[in-house]
């Protein structure tokens, strides 16, 4: 059933409908909480990667490494076919 508005456009809050949807939008906003706390969350790095005088991420460092191997795995997932797929239905 639609909800009903007060005469100044609003949704009247007092109705059964109301408080079922502010219930259901709860229980969803607690179980997308619950889904991001069970996410493994990726360590970033404290310090900034390393340039070489050209302007280019100096590979050989620590932080060059990580970076790298972001931007690789960023490409790899670009090209995949759910992403392909992504794309074209968007």
């Known amino acids: 059933m ?8 609003k949704v009247d809050k007092r109705t059964k409908e109301y408080k079922e949807m502010v219930a259901n939008l709860k229980k969803a906003r ?6 991001a706390a069970k996410k493994p969350t990726v360590k970033k790095s404290t310090t900034k ?3 070489r005088a050209d302007g280019h ?4 460092t620590k932080e060059g490494k990580a970076a790298a191997a972001r931007m690789a795995a960023a490409r790899k ?4 076919l759910k992403n392909r797929l992504k794309r074209l239905f968007k």
């Open 77 to 80: 997932a670009k090209g995949s």
């Open 2 to 9: 639609a909800l009903q508005k007060t005469k100044e456009g």
């Open 30 to 35: 607690a179980a997308q909480k619950k889904a």
């Open 57 to 60: 991420l100096d590979q050989r």
């Open 49 to 51: 990667a390393a340039r």
